[in-house]
């Protein structure tokens, strides 16, 4: 029983200071995700949540260049995207596009250049890795207040706004009519996801934050019917791919008699989208069921949603 | 104004005056005038591309008017109005939409307010009488996205009437309903006008169906109306003068045809999709 125990959990994993403030961000960014990442996903803006994690990207290494903490560069730079796609129009399908598009073209540039002068200027070796695919294990525990700040006022704005949100995110039409702004509430949604989006790139790299913020919503939005349960489930999902992650990463490094570590990030994402993959079996078992009832689904792409 | 004579009994609950809208220099609305009064049946009827969704975006306030009035109740109409439900043309529900039918439902009684709602048992036995009463019970928790057309169509319907408005604005509820689905919402709507003394305003390109319900007709085409009871309106010389030239109105085995006649008689065209019910 101690042996499996050891085996599962390689030595010193719970001692190691690095793997505790890992947990805690890395749990937090991922509880954040999954909440925004609900919305995302019914909103089919999965997209746009990627053009912020290269706005993310472009913030993270900008800080790292003039010396400011990456988190900041990452949040920072992530509203001020999340506002400028909101100015371009991501409410209509094509403007959402358009908006989308030109957006994440510009901060991969800028990323490609902070990247390049902080590469020519030596300070930071790994620093293209660091940002562009997370290391969460070098974070240290003063980041931590910061990040629990961050996400308090993300969930937080998230439920102010969560009748109305969900209510255009159902039906902008619908939404209108009730009165609800819906515009001002889509705005305040981008934020949190900007927030969200800076928050997981702190954890697994800007790059790989859509696979946070989608993957475990949309694993919990195919095994459940209800709103509150896929926010409970996609938290739970994201969570627990996060820790396994950490632990996988860890363990690796006992794996090879080079005691060569493999990226927290690469564990991560492998985590959720297994978890999507293996969701796949429930929900084809449950349209096949469908269709026996002969009811025919209707197949519509997520993101042509709000196209009507 | 006429509102002298409108203080004397109930107002009305929809009066629209005058009412025109141009965009981008084209005039989709010209001059549009009629009323609603309280729990009446009325069909908002036009050929595609009349204006008929122009004008429900006006009587809800989520479109401008270049010129002319609209009230609600007497009412200069406000934004958000809680008198008006409304049913918009084509809702996609995807089938991964997390919802159940009663919580769409449930958004059309608080979905404005912000914050959580909070478990009532007030709220969810509200939720459940308005779903009894457009016979929605059996898939009250099934998911939205996985319901049939006529199914949605009666969700939605119950998400409009839940805040108790006093006007029901539909819009094209019955494209992409099959003809019998399209009948029972039909027929519900019919009976709730009457139980739950609510006025209904439907728009649709095809008349016929509506025939046994409608109190009266607003006959939109080129942007402009007529209305009245739908023997008045639905008239040659009537019609003729919305369309700005000549029409027929045909009567074939109970059904109306409104059909574009050229001067020599040279044969008919089918001006209105309905034209193509006849068979």
Not at chain 1, 90 to 102: E, H, K, S, W
Not at chain 2, 97 to 109: I, K, Q, S
Not at chain 2, 118 to 130: D, F, G, I, K, W
Request: hydrophobic share 50%; net charge neutral; aromatic share 6%.
């Amino acid at each position: 029983m101690h042996q499996l125990w050891t085996w599962v959990f390689e030595p010193g994993f719970f001692s190691s200071a690095p793997v505790r403030v890992a947990a805690v961000t890395g749990g937090v960014a991922a509880v954040v995700s999954a909440v925004t990442g609900v919305f995302t996903v019914m909103r089919g803006q999965s997209f746009g949540g990627h053009a912020l994690g290269d706005v993310s990207a472009a913030g993270g290494s900008g800080a790292l260049l003039v010396g400011l903490n990456p988190l900041l560069g990452f949040v920072g730079l992530g509203i001020i995207g999340a506002g400028v796609m909101d100015t371009i129009g991501v409410r209509r399908v094509r403007g959402r596009d358009l908006a989308t598009g030109i957006v994440l073209g510009a901060a991969i540039g800028l990323s490609a250049l902070f990247l390049y002068l902080t590469s020519v200027s030596g300070a930071t070796t790994g620093a293209p890795a660091q940002i562009l695919f997370g290391s969460i294990f070098t974070i240290t525990s003063a980041t931590i207040p910061a990040v629990v700040i961050l996400s308090v006022i993300a969930v937080a704005s998230i439920a102010a706004v969560w009748r109305p949100l969900l209510l255009s995110s159902v039906s902008p039409d619908l939404a209108a009519a009730r009165g609800v702004p819906v515009r001002l509430v889509g705005l305040l949604y981008m934020l949190a996801l900007a927030v969200s989006v800076g928050l997981s790139s702190l954890a697994v790299g800007a790059i790989l934050s859509t696979a946070l913020l989608i993957g475990p919503a949309a694993t919990a939005l195919r095994l459940t019917r209800t709103v509150g349960w896929a926010l409970a489930v996609a938290c739970l999902l994201g969570a627990g791919a996060t820790w396994l992650g950490i632990l996988l990463a860890y363990d690796s490094y006992y794996w090879s008699a080079a005691h060569q570590g493999l990226p927290v990030s690469f564990f991560i994402v492998a985590v959720i989208f297994a978890g999507y993959l293996f969701s796949g079996f429930p929900a084809a078992r449950a349209a096949a069921g469908r269709r026996d009832a002969a009811v025919p689904p209707p197949a519509s792409p997520a993101h042509e949603k709000i196209a009507a | 104004m006429g509102l002298a004579e409108a203080s004397a009994t109930l107002p009305d609950v929809l009066q629209v005056g005058g009412v025109s809208v141009a965009l981008g220099g084209r005039k989709i609305l010209d001059d549009v005038s009629f009323t609603i009064g309280a729990g009446e049946f009325t069909g908002l009827i036009g050929p595609n591309g009349a204006g008929k969704t122009t004008l429900l975006r006006v009587i809800l306030g989520l479109q401008r008017a270049t010129a002319g009035t609209v009230a609600v109740l007497g009412q200069p109409r406000s934004r958000r109005n809680p008198s008006i439900g409304y049913v918009p043309q084509k809702v996609l529900l995807d089938s991964d939409l997390p919802m159940r039918a009663r919580d769409l439902v449930a958004l059309g009684m608080d979905g404005h307010r912000f914050g959580m709602p909070l478990p009532s048992r007030q709220r969810s036995e509200a939720v459940r009488e308005m779903l009894h009463a457009v016979d929605a019970d059996r898939f009250a928790d099934a998911r939205v996205g996985n319901l049939s057309g006529g199914e949605q169509q009666r969700v939605l319907i119950a998400h409009a009437l839940i805040s108790r408005p006093r006007l029901l604005l539909l819009d094209e509820p019955l494209a992409n309903l099959d003809l019998r689905s399209g009948q029972e919402i039909i027929s519900l709507l019919a009976r709730i006008a009457t139980s739950q003394h609510v006025a209904v305003l439907l728009s649709a390109h095809e008349m016929n169906p509506l025939l046994p319900v409608m109190d009266r007709v607003v006959y939109l085409a080129a942007g402009r109306a007529a209305s009245g009871p739908a023997d008045q309106v639905i008239q040659a010389d009537v019609l003729s003068k919305l369309y700005g030239h000549h029409v027929d109105v045909l009567h074939v085995h109970g059904r109306v045809l409104v059909v574009a006649g050229t001067e020599d008689g040279e044969g008919a065209d089918l001006t209105a999709d309905h034209a193509l019910e006849a068979g």
